[in-house]
């Protein structure tokens, strides 16, 4: 059985520059046609020849299709972002996406560009609108592209009119509802909220916690009682959308109950002893499941039986981390830090409490953990042994300081335990300054050339691919992590070599990066 002619036909060149379009200019070449319609010289090129076949070609398949004049009416001109880029700053993204480079460097050379106020280079919108549905995402390439990838759909959707955001919320898929009721919500708080409650009802749960979460916006008392109707809604999304907001609303009914409950299972109880100064013990009872602590998202997990403490542990810990600290104000900070530490519950205290405080951002609390825990993993707190609790307990502690203070008491830690830094590093602003990253390439490369021990914390924290992600790059940072990569002892840990290897470059590339944006 014969089977069919696969291609186009040799008499019809736009079927043939259509193959091309979509095979590859070099696997289906588009040739000239001397005597034919139109008469295309050939160049020897084969891109150039495709581009002149699809323009003459297209236009000669459309004649006669009763098309107006208006049909090859040119669309506007391309908006730019701004001034092109550097050629070497061009080239470098060129290069990294034609190696499928990590999202990391890619988005790292939109945020380049982007301080600079430079736009990406046109002929890579095309893999930059792939990137920005990725792992990359719209939030670093909008700001060098957006107006361009703008043009570009514009112009392959066949509409010459630029999209009109949608203000009506009730329409539309998902993500444009939800920015629409964001954008009402920011101009009108209190008519978005009644508009929501108008139509909540009817609409299916993801959508309804997707609205309820946009209600972050413009927060407030005035809120409350729908959320607090939401915690009864049949879906488990809306529930929770509604316990987390309910959670960043001080004065709420929910903030009250969560102080009620923390009251009763924690007190501390002073005894007065003669010629001494009085004993402080904290009196722990663990919370018991209830459908009320439910309701309020207070419920152990299917895993909890595994975890420090049991189900019972991990209410208490959920507990502690919603309520207000306004409710311990009968004894100081330290007080309460210095007795969860010496209780037999010191995990799920430490881990509520310093949620607690990580949201309420109080800077009395603050410092007093940071000191107590300090001392604790210096291990000079009597009575008390640090573990990885205190260690994690600390860093997130230390996570809630701006980064200028993070840096100056990160610096003044390095002094400490070994094992502390990398922990504390998890915690660890996004970005650092050229000085703490001096500072920590100094602690590093006597740690990774010295006792086995030290090697071992290293690879465990994953700390050189930290430096590298977060460290300022420039010449000084890359020569001094090349540095340490050279001087590894012939025995070191292969692993640990690879990592150290792999800091270096993606320090120097990160440096050289930056130089092709600034050449002078």
């Not at 037999?344 to 109080?362: F, S, V």
């Not at 070191?492 to 990160?510: G, H, K, V």
Request: net charge negative.
């Amino acid at each position: 059985m014969a089977h069919p002619t696969a291609g186009p036909s040799p008499g019809d060149p736009w079927r043939t520059t259509l193959a091309a379009t979509l095979m590859g200019a070099e696997r289906t070449p588009v040739r000239a046609t001397a005597g034919g319609p139109l008469d295309l010289p050939a160049t020897g090129d084969a891109g150039a020849d495709l581009l002149a076949g699809i323009g003459g070609y297209g236009a000669y398949h459309l004649a006669g299709s009763g098309l107006t004049g208006d049909a090859l009416r040119p669309f506007p001109p391309r908006e730019s972002a701004g001034p092109p880029c550097p050629t070497a700053a061009a080239d470098r993204l060129a290069g990294l996406m034609a190696e499928n480079g990590p999202a990391e460097r890619i988005e790292e050379w939109c945020r380049l560009a982007a301080a600079r106020g430079f736009r990406a280079p046109p002929e890579l919108l095309c893999v930059l609108d792939r990137r920005r549905d990725g792992a990359t995402g719209s939030a670093t390439i909008d700001p060098v592209a957006d107006a361009e990838l703008a043009w570009l759909h514009r112009v392959c959707s066949g509409r010459d009119e630029p999209d009109v955001a949608a203000d009506d919320w009730t329409v539309g898929d998902a993500g444009t509802r939800v920015a629409a009721f964001t954008a009402l919500r920011r101009q009108d708080p209190a008519g978005a909220r009644t508009a929501l409650e108008a139509a909540f009802k009817v609409e299916k749960a993801d959508m309804r916690a997707a609205l309820v979460r946009a209600l972050d916006e413009g927060l407030s008392g005035a809120d409350e009682p729908f959320l607090e109707a939401c915690l009864d809604d049949r879906g488990s999304g809306v529930r929770t959308a509604a316990q987390i907001l309910l959670g960043r609303s001080p004065g709420s009914r929910f903030i009250g109950r969560m102080a009620g409950r923390a009251a009763a299972a924690l007190r501390i109880v002073e005894t007065k002893r003669l010629l001494r100064a009085p004993r402080h013990d904290l009196v722990v009872t663990l919370p018991e499941e209830s459908p009320e602590l439910a309701r309020d998202g207070i419920a152990p997990s299917p895993y909890a039986v595994h975890s420090t403490g049991g189900p019972r542990a991990q209410l208490l810990r959920e507990i502690v981390a919603l309520a207000p600290l306004s409710g311990y104000a009968g004894h100081p900070p330290r007080l309460w830090i210095e007795r969860a530490l010496a209780s037999e519950w010191h995990e799920p205290l430490l881990a509520g409490l310093t949620a607690a405080i990580r949201r309420a951002g109080d800077p009395a609390w603050t410092q007093a953990t940071i000191d107590v825990l300090t001392t604790a993993c210096a291990h000079r707190l009597p009575g008390v042994t640090a573990t990885d609790a205190t260690r994690r307990a600390l860093a997130t502690v230390f996570g809630t300081l701006p980064d200028d203070q993070w840096e100056r008491a990160m610096t003044a830690a390095l002094a400490g335990p070994l094992d502390l830094v990398p922990t504390m590093l998890d915690e660890a602003p996004e970005a650092w300054s050229p000085a703490f990253t001096a500072a920590l390439l100094d602690w590093l490369a006597p740690v990774a050339g010295g006792p086995v021990a030290g090697c071992d914390v290293l690879r465990r924290g994953g700390l050189p691919r930290q430096i590298a992600e977060r460290g300022h790059a420039d010449r000084d940072a890359a020569a001094a992590a090349a540095a340490i990569a050279a001087r590894l002892p012939d025995d070191a840990d292969a692993s640990l070599r690879r990592q150290i290897t792999a800091m270096a470059e993606t320090l120097d590339l990160r440096a050289a990066m930056r130089r092709e944006f600034d050449p002078t």
